[in-house]
């Protein structure tokens, strides 16, 4: 299955005292430059240890290109990440710097939080990569790294079934189904084809394959009831087939860490999932995953609309005193191929290619692999996804929760399909 949504929303009271605080005010909370003409600018982000040693260095590397700006760290997890971000905006205390996430870019955009950073070069950024960061407004965000969605199998269990998989580049959906569904009947008791393929992504990859989208780039649905209906069946016929696991299965799976999950564990013969989990999936399997595409409704890899996400984003407060060295640090960031060196695949492939190509010779064999992945698919990208709007970051949620429900068979795909938009549509009002 893709990674599970994460949960966290921006809490409403702090996101209406931003919307107050940037009302009322146009100034920052930048640190002032010294007398010596200094300047501090703060950076936020989350993420692990290792993650954090290797910004840490990221912010050496800059300092010594340029002593008169300095970068003060600000670190934490994800889960107390966005209220903290949400009360510092609130009380005009945001960083100058800030890691962001594609759920959340549409939200902080739309209320004037983020600075258009017209001055971070992006001509070595693939157009889908570097248009991942756009809303209607403008360039509020770069791209830190880039994932695809791909499904991994598991040489072992599929060597086990005898079954094998049919050419990636041209498979469709119905091969997907009755791949898994085999996969199922000739394994052991407790090894299932597919994890569940749910969530925001594989919604709006079956959307574009049918020419509509999860969302429009003016922050509506770009989709309506009957192509929903369509997708929550494409769910019933993977229940119906036996190609995933029983619906208990699945919801167990939503809530488990990624270590836990099918693919680690050797339950699941292929999974959906982001690019940049394939090292630690390969790790915890004990098994050299496979990377392959998602299948397609014309069984055309050209025409599969497949895209690139982001991993995270580089943003600015639009009420930094310094956007200059602002920006020149997250182009430093974005283009510098030390930097890249430095950061390698940590935060996705890099999205300026000549840093990918400089850092691929010092990858590991599976992060290898990933960039290969993400090169080979270049011709087949379509148009980046419209950024989520304001509101949107629990619409994972509600898809992967009526999918669970059509897999339970509580509901109709119909249903479903009226009940979901009408709770994504409230959400965004």
Not at 84 to 90: D, E, I, S
Not at 291 to 311: C, L, T
Not at 361 to 382: C, N, Q, S
Request: glycine share 8%; charged share 25%.
């Amino acid at each position: 299955m893709l990674s599970r949504a994460r949960k966290s929303r921006i809490p409403k009271a702090a996101a209406a005292m931003a919307v107050l605080a940037l009302a009322l005010t146009g100034c920052g909370a930048s640190t002032p430059a010294a007398s010596d003409g200094t300047v501090t600018l703060r950076f936020s982000w989350w993420g692990s240890d290792v993650r954090h040693k290797m910004t840490e260095k990221l912010i050496a590397a800059f300092e010594a290109e340029n002593p008169k700006i300095k970068i003060k760290g600000e670190y934490g997890d994800w889960s107390g990440y966005w209220d903290k971000l949400a009360t510092q905006v609130a009380s005009q205390d945001a960083p100058d710097i800030i890691q962001m996430d594609a759920q959340y870019l549409g939200e902080y955009a739309e209320r004037g939080a983020l600075l258009e950073l017209k001055d971070v070069d992006l001509s070595k950024f693939d157009k889908a990569a570097a248009d991942a960061g756009k809303t209607d407004g403008g360039q509020f965000a770069v791209t830190a790294g880039m994932n695809a969605l791909v499904v991994l199998a598991n040489p072992a269990l599929l060597s086990a079934s005898g079954v094998s998989l049919p050419d990636d580049s041209s498979w469709t959906w119905d091969d997907y189904r009755e791949t898994a569904a085999a996969i199922t009947s000739k394994s052991k008791e407790g090894v299932y084809g597919s994890g569940g393929v749910v969530g925001d992504a594989s919604f709006n990859l079956w959307m574009r394959q049918h020419g509509k989208s999860l969302f429009t780039n003016d922050g509506g649905l770009g989709f309506d009831e009957a192509d929903a209906t369509e997708y929550f069946e494409m769910q019933a016929g993977l229940r119906d087939a036996k190609a995933v696991p029983r619906a208990s299965v699945l919801t167990e799976e939503i809530s488990a860490p990624l270590d836990q999950q099918g693919l680690a564990t050797n339950r699941f013969a292929m999974g959906w999932v982001w690019s940049n989990q394939l090292a630690a999936l390969s790790t915890a399997s004990g098994q050299a995953l496979e990377i392959h595409r998602p299948p397609s409704v014309e069984g055309d890899a050209m025409k599969a609309q497949q895209f690139y996400k982001a991993s995270q984003f580089w943003s600015a407060s639009s009420r930094t005193k310094h956007p200059a060295e602002t920006q020149k640090f997250i182009d430093f960031l974005a283009n510098s191929v030390e930097a890249g060196e430095i950061g390698l695949a940590d935060r996705g492939i890099p999205g300026n290619s000549d840093v990918r190509n400089a850092v691929a010779p010092k990858l590991t064999p599976t992060d290898a692999l990933t960039a290969k992945f993400i090169d080979d698919i270049a011709d087949e990208v379509g148009e980046a996804p419209a950024v989520p709007p304001a509101g949107s970051s629990g619409v994972s949620e509600v898809l992967t929760r009526y999918a669970t429900e059509v897999h339970f068979s509580r509901i109709s795909p119909q249903d479903a399909a009226k009940k979901s938009i009408e709770e994504i549509k409230s959400s965004l009002s």
